[in-house]
């Protein structure tokens, strides 16, 4: 199986900058899908970023300008670079990933959840 380890969290000003990264462990043959989710208080889990292994990255609208994905092949890790953050971004974000392993076939995969907090 995979573990997805998030880190970067935290208190951060309005128009101030995150880096939230996700380490993956486990026997991984090839990734798929690496993606970025977040959940406010009150509200459902939603998409933030996506990165496909064979097609386009996609953005919700909210974010688009503001934050970038991206991966590193060598690690197994992704990375969630946010800058001009607002309050309404605060939320627990999450790493996900859908990976193939020989043992498990394709299987989705998420992490525990980090913290982000855009506040004055």
């Known amino acids: 199986q995979v573990q997805l380890v998030e880190s970067g969290g935290g208190l951060v000003q309005p128009g101030g900058s995150l880096t939230l990264s996700c380490a993956a462990s486990?026997?991984?043959?090839?990734?798929?899908?690496w993606a970025w989710y977040r959940q406010a208080p009150g509200k459902g889990r939603e998409l933030v970023a996506r990165?496909?292994?064979?097609?386009?990255?996609n953005y919700t609208d909210s974010v688009k300008g503001r934050f970038t994905i991206s991966r590193d092949n060598v690690k197994n890790m992704a990375y969630l670079q946010m800058n001009s953050l607002r309050p309404e971004d605060t939320a627990v974000y999450y790493c996900y990933l859908n990976a193939y392993g020989w043992q498990w076939g394709s299987k989705d995969f998420w992490g525990q959840g980090t913290q982000v907090t855009v506040s004055s």
């Open positions: 486990g026997n991984i043959v090839t990734w798929n899908i």
């Open positions: 990165m496909p292994r064979t097609t386009y990255t």
